[in-house]
């Protein structure tokens, strides 16, 4: 049955807009190729009428007290709460994932959103000790000014806030990109915020052509900060652009997440650990597994474990019930996938499930791949190097934990990682040779608001998530205050 949402504009000023030329969109469901709905296709002229808007609204935003942003805030993720059934339906029609996967998005959402309304009390400056008798030093927090936010389609609404919540916290504004795929979840996550009666101009999205929307945040001078979450390529080309305005910038780029199966792994528990990080989202997330090592010892029954786990998987439109698996995004999505596995088959890789799209009946106007499964892999196959971003678990062996880490670091991304052992000795040691920014030890749920999220290497420069999150939107200066000597 066709599903379709009325169309929507986008919102900055405190106001909903079309496009200034007047163009439009189609957000598309990947798991039917139905246009869910039209949006504005904004450029330019859209982006800098928002910066306009955060601009003007940042003097009486910043010089609130931070209880009062906080309680915005607080109101703002009461709102989230109660369109959280309608956003997370949302992020199913654009994005495909299973409605129980999104549904917990939207926990993650409003999370950020509370734990950041708390923290902003905490924006501490300092007295500093001073060798001078007759000064004294004062340190303060204050914030950047009006930011720019752009955001990927795979974690349309939690990333949104993962962002904004600590921008706005310490008294920052901020305008957002939404990834082309998803756009409908972020207006109607900015009108939470609007029905939550935050002040005009503090929080803005727009939609439309991404190269030209961040080429008016990167030539603006008034946006002191762009905060970026998507492929390492543009990354790079965010990090050239800022350069022209010294502009601050925090990137959360590509991943190729390791996960290493010692001889003493608790298979009871690592392997629905590992498969369900593995599937999640049709593997469409950056710290999703990406290289599977496996002692040799184990490798078999761990190969015979995740196949019996794909079997169970019900792959098809997210809304249906039942659903464990959806879609690809996009049509390039399938056709990477394919291409990485006939590589690796062509190269002697063994297919043990799986390894061909879906088509035909239910899944005849959808993006679908099965769930696969590949043995016998090399470190030299492109599938050890680049990120899949599709439901392929390839298995690698290994015979020495010294093997293991090498393999492991052997590429230029430092996302996340992930170790199952049952010696802490071991796994303290191996987390501390991994060159990642993050490691899950026996668990492969390593987000939350309170924990800093990023990478190393070429998976980017910053953190989001907790108390490093509200840094990155933070500026420190320093006051010297001259105190003569009293009577």
């Given amino acids: 049955m066709s599903q379709k949402i009325p169309d929507r504009k986008m919102m900055y000023g405190g106001g909903w807009h079309s496009a200034l030329d007047g163009a439009t969109f189609g957000s598309v469901n990947p798991a039917n190729a139905e246009v869910v709905a039209q949006v504005p296709l904004g450029g330019a002229a859209d982006a800098r009428a928002a910066v306009d808007a955060a601009h003007a609204a940042f003097p009486a935003w910043s010089r609130r007290t931070a209880a009062d942003r906080a309680l915005l805030m607080h109101r703002v993720a009461d709102r989230l709460e109660a369109k959280r059934e309608e956003i997370a339906v949302t992020i199913t029609m654009e994005e495909g994932k299973p409605l129980a996967?999104?549904?917990?998005?939207?926990?993650?959402?409003?999370?950020?959103?509370?734990?950041?309304?708390?923290?902003?009390?905490?924006?501490?400056?300092?007295w500093i000790p001073d060798p001078v008798p007759n000064r004294r030093l004062l340190?303060?927090?204050?914030?950047?000014?009006?930011?720019?936010?752009?955001?990927?389609?795979?974690?349309?609404?939690?990333?949104?806030?993962?962002k904004a919540a600590p921008a706005l916290a310490v008294g920052c504004t901020m305008v957002l990109k939404p990834a082309e795929q998803t756009p409908i979840t972020?207006?109607?996550?900015?009108?939470?915020?609007?029905?939550?009666?935050?002040?005009?101009?503090?929080?803005?999205?727009?939609?439309?052509?991404?190269?030209?929307?961040?080429?008016?945040?990167?030539?603006?001078?008034?946006?002191?900060k762009i905060s970026f979450t998507g492929s390492t390529e543009v990354g790079r080309l965010l990090l050239r652009g800022s350069a022209e305005h010294i502009k601050r910038i925090s990137l959360e780029l590509g991943g190729n997440a390791p996960?290493?199966?010692?001889?003493?792994?608790?298979?009871?528990?690592?392997?629905?650990?590992?498969?369900?990080?593995?599937?999640?989202?049709a593997g469409q997330a950056c710290i999703s597994a990406n290289r599977i090592y496996v002692h040799a010892s184990i490798h078999d029954a761990v190969a015979e474990r995740v196949k019996a786990?794909?079997?169970?998987?019900?792959?098809?439109?997210?809304?249906?019930?039942g659903i464990t698996m959806g879609p690809l995004i996009e049509a390039q999505a399938v056709e990477k996938v394919e291409t990485l596995v006939n590589e690796a088959r062509a190269r002697g890789a063994e297919l043990l499930v799986g390894g061909e799209r879906l088509t035909g009946g239910t899944y005849a106007r959808g993006l679908f791949y099965a769930p696969t499964i590949l043995t016998g892999m090399k470190?030299?196959?492109?599938?050890?190097?680049?990120?899949?971003?599709?439901?392929?678990?390839?298995?690698?062996?290994?015979?020495?934990?010294?093997?293991?880490?090498?393999?492991?670091?052997?590429?230029?991304?430092?996302?996340?990682?992930?170790i199952f052992t049952e010696?802490?000795?071991?796994?303290?040691?191996?987390?501390?040779?991994?060159?990642?920014?993050?490691?899950?030890?026996?668990?492969?749920?390593?987000?939350?608001?309170?924990?800093?999220?990023?990478?190393v290497k070429q998976s980017g420069i910053g953190r989001e998530g907790g108390r490093e999150g509200m840094e990155e939107y933070l500026e420190t200066k320093l006051v010297a205050i001259r105190v003569d000597p009293g009577a």
């Fill in 139 to 162: 340190s303060m927090r204050q914030p950047v000014g009006v930011c720019g936010a752009i955001i990927p389609w795979n974690v349309p609404a939690a990333m949104i806030t993962r």
């Fill in 423 to 455: 010696d802490m000795a071991r796994a303290i040691r191996v987390s501390e040779r991994l060159e990642t920014g993050m490691v899950g030890v026996n668990d492969v749920r390593i987000g939350a608001a309170e924990a800093p999220f990023g990478g």
């Fill in 101 to 126: 996967e999104s549904r917990n998005e939207m926990r993650l959402t409003i999370d950020s959103l509370h734990w950041y309304a708390e923290e902003a009390r905490r924006a501490y400056g300092s």
């Fill in 186 to 224: 972020a207006l109607l996550v900015a009108e939470a915020f609007l029905e939550a009666d935050l002040p005009a101009g503090v929080f803005n999205v727009v939609t439309g052509d991404a190269p030209a929307i961040g080429q008016a945040m990167l030539g603006d001078e008034r946006v002191r």
């Fill in 379 to 418: 470190p030299g196959m492109r599938m050890a190097g680049q990120e899949i971003f599709g439901p392929v678990a390839p298995l690698f062996k290994f015979e020495s934990e010294a093997e293991a880490v090498v393999a492991a670091n052997d590429v230029p991304y430092g996302l996340a990682a992930y």
């Fill in 259 to 281: 996960v290493i199966l010692f001889e003493d792994s608790d298979l009871d528990k690592a392997i629905p650990a590992l498969c369900a990080l593995k599937f999640l989202n």
């Fill in 309 to 321: 786990y794909v079997a169970k998987l019900r792959v098809g439109d997210g809304m249906k019930e």
